[in-house]
């Protein structure tokens, strides 16, 4: 069995956002030769997601106010114990937790065997600082 380890990197401006990362993970699959196996794709940051949907701008948008209003980003100490600490990213934590840590996708013929309208998408939860996605790929 062969595996293959790629870092990217992302410093999104905003606090929160989602970014379409399947053309990078599709690369790294395809210049990693193998042809059956699975890929895992993690945010390496406890205020950031991996998760899988469709890529339109109005899902989007509905995921945020969704996010928002089950936890609504508020920089006190009156909502979330954790801005006792001295943060103030409390909702972030909860909005990744929601989201989701990480994916993983089958790989079929060397390419990820996704279902339709399926992508992979970074969403960032408490922005403007760099934070890394891992993608593993295991298979032969």
Known sequence: ?????KYLTFNIPVRMDFV????QVEEVVRNSTIQEGLC??????ITASVFINDDEPGLHEDYKRWLEALAPYEPGTTRYAHNRTGENNGDAHHKRQIMGREVVVAITNGRLDFGPWEQIFYGEFDGRRPKRILIKVIGE
């Open 1 to 5: 069995m062969k595996s293959v380890t």
């Open 20 to 23: 379409n990362i399947t053309s």
């Open 40 to 45: 895992l794709v993690n945010a390496m940051h």
